[in-house]
């Protein structure tokens, strides 16, 4: 949890997830340009799962304005949304996205002629019900890009999740 009172463990325990993230985002981005399609599912569900473990490690923390600034901004809307991806991309084993033709920005290379979007839940075959992440999977995941969702959410947890405490101690990771 985040424990104002102790800011280097929790410091230490956000650049240690954010590890994790990277790790799993860097084999997503390698899967994707071997264009091995297992390895692509399984790193891009545990990015977001390490996303909704970050998540939910903030929202259970201190900082009573974790949620308040998470669904104030536009990556962190979309962390709410990897929420829904992980609990039925993990724990249904369901794949959310698909792979469709056409570019996309930013251009990554190798260059491919199409990209991987997360489905729609209405494509999504048995998927849960999850109340209120299913908002932010419709308006700000769904259809979207894959990697750059992730990358989205990522940006809002490095950098914009985490005030700088009162003493004057920065708890971004």
């Known amino acids: 949890m985040v424990n104002e009172s102790d800011p280097a463990r929790t410091g230490e325990a956000l650049r ?72 039925n991309g993990v724990h249904g084993l369901i794949d959310v996205h698909e792979v469709k033709g056409g570019m996309t920005l930013p251009l990554r290379f190798p260059m491919r002629f199409e990209h991987a979007s997360w489905k729609h839940r209405c494509d999504v075959d048995g998927a849960k019900d999850q109340g209120n992440n299913e908002g932010p999977y419709d308006t700000y995941v769904a259809g979207n890009v894959v990697q750059n969702t992730l990358r989205e959410a990522q940006d809002f947890l490095w950098m914009r999740a985490v005030e700088v405490s ?8």
């Open 16 to 87: 240690k997830a954010n590890a994790a993230l990277r790790e799993a985002l860097g084999r997503m981005d390698t899967a994707w340009a071997g264009s091995d399609r297992d390895h692509f599912f399984a790193s891009s569900l545990e990015a977001a799962m390490w996303i909704a473990a970050l998540n939910d490690f903030l929202r259970h923390g201190d900082d009573t304005t974790y949620e308040q600034r998470r669904d104030a901004d536009p990556g962190g809307r979309i962390v709410r949304g990897l929420v829904w991806v992980r609990n």
């Open 166 to 173: 009162p003493e004057g101690t920065d708890l971004r990771f």
